[in-house]
């Protein structure tokens, strides 16, 4: 039988077309390419192992609810608190009990490349997302944690089929007419609520990327928002947006 080559088993592993039997066959194979293909298979299949492992454990919160007699659990989060300008953005996700997605992790754990794929997969497969934005006006009026709770509230308000139990990161919402749960780093604890933390960070990154055509001096496509160097540089020197949080300390100053 001839020896495949290298280029031909790079192939096949690329494509996932091994099996034990080519496994034990390369395994008697002298060629260092061939057994660095298997070395790399292996460390893939434990990785991949892992993010199983993870993902299972991160499903608890759901599995219980559904164990309680619940069937639409949705998970909650945030993006934008921290920002000096633009808004604050919230989603909430449904999704269906037979989900995967291995890797789903707290938004900021990703790249994002990789928040950009889980966020098109997630809408694709999810039983029904919400968003709910509220803008730095309202922030300045209400403060931004009563923003947040409203941004939640929009969310989870904006989801057909209606949750009947919600996962939330971090935050209680007052007299919300659902049950809840609050989980201390839920995005890292809960899959829904990791799913809504990438639909949340995704949609306002967009929402701050449009902004900054806009006002490009401040380079929101790449702070978001957020106090940077360049940013508060850009607020020294050209003053304030419409998109500015008036009531954050160091917009106050500017003003």
Known sequence: MTRKTIAELKSLFHTDKVDDTLIQSLQKDDRKGVQ??????????IRQEELKEMFQEMCIFEKQGYAQGFQ???????????????PVVAAAVILPHNF????LNDSKQLSESKRNTYFAYIKEHAISYGIGIVNNEVIDKINIFNATKLAMTKAIHSLSPTADYVLIDAVKLDNPGFNQEVITKGDEKSVSIAAASILAKVTRDKLMQKIHFEYPYYDFSSNMGYGTKNH?????????TPYHRKSFTPVKNVL
Request: a positive charge; glycine letters at 16%; proline letters at 3%.
């Open 36 to 45: 660095q293909l298997i070395r790399t298979y292996r460390k893939r299949q």
């Open 72 to 86: 639409f659990i949705a998970g909650v989060d945030e993006a934008g608190r921290g920002p000096l300008a633009g």
């Open 100 to 103: 995967e997605l291995l890797g």
């Open 232 to 240: 508060l540089y850009a607020l020294e020197k050209h003053g304030l």
